[in-house]
């Protein structure tokens, strides 16, 4: 009996060594289990890279430059400096071009305005010198309101102080002399003067409008600014945030192969 259990002992022995020495092919159901993870992961790769490209397509035609972020500090300095500017950087090169024509016809109106009211005041004071004998250079514009309202300085310093006893007399000198010749020639005064003043007015109102166009583009380029940065961020958040799974099993009998993708929503 102990001889029989001990040939048993060396026959499983010698089983056990020739076993372990052998190399292992591989079989059919491993070569198309390798096959089918080569093939898996190039056509599910190809597809993340398309994937990739669309999202990138998307980001131009949203304005936005690749995947930088954009500042909303420097959209708004930009913007400030000049309008238009905030929104190039952006990537809304549309608008741009609509605040960099308002800031550009803003000015040369002021210009324009202004260089008309110069002209009309030149012309009511070479008119007021020649026909009513004034010398209105240097004159603020009180006094030309006195040139323009009463006929004389006689009638200035009669009746005006005879309404106002507060108002300094001016005494009839090559400084203070006006004498006008007719009606007429005096509502011409007044009319040169209307419109010089009005053409201040509207170089005024250009100012005015150009400050307005900077603080519509500082807010329209932050919030632009911002809006790209969410776009950007809930595009990157959901890459973020996605998890994969891969297993294999060969030796199931329903999935060799498994990818599982995990995303938060």
């Known amino acids: 009996m102990r001889k029989f259990a001990l040939a048993i002992g060396i026959i499983l022995t010698f089983i056990t060594t020739q076993v372990s020495s052998v190399e292992l092919k591989e079989s059919p159901l491993q070569s198309q289990l390798l096959q089918n993870i ?6 599910n790769f190809n597809d993340f890279d398309q994937e990739a490209s669309s999202i990138t397509e998307d980001w131009s035609d949203r304005g936005i430059e690749g995947n930088t972020k954009k500042s909303t500090a420097k959209a708004a300095i930009y913007s400030a400096i000049l309008p238009g500017w905030g929104e190039y950087y952006v990537g809304h090169k549309s608008k741009a ?14 210009a324009a305005f202004t260089t008309y009211g110069h002209w009309k005041k030149d012309d009511l004071i070479r008119f007021a010198n020649e026909r009513a004998g004034a010398d209105l250079w240097g004159k603020d514009d009180d006094f030309l309101d006195m040139v323009g309202f009463y006929d004389d300085i006689d009638e200035y310093n009669s009746l005006g102080r005879a309404f106002d006893p507060h108002r300094t007399y001016l005494e009839d000198n090559s400084t203070n002399h ?22 201040f007015r509207k170089a005024d109102f250009m100012i005015g409008l150009a400050i307005l166009n900077r603080v519509v583009s500082v807010i329209d380029a932050v919030r632009d600014a911002r809006r790209s940065q969410r776009t950007l961020d809930d595009s990157f958040g959901i890459a973020k945030n996605i998890r994969y799974s891969f297993e294999v099993n060969p030796f199931s009998d329903f999935r060799q192969v498994g990818f599982t993708v995990f995303t938060p929503f």
């Open 38 to 43: 080569a093939r898996f992961g190039s056509d």
């Open 97 to 110: 071009r609509v605040f960099f024509t308002v800031e550009a016809l803003s000015w040369i109106s002021y």
């Open 178 to 199: 006006w004498r006008w010749q007719s009606l007429n020639d005096q509502r011409i005064y007044r009319h040169l003067k209307n419109q010089s003043r009005e053409a």
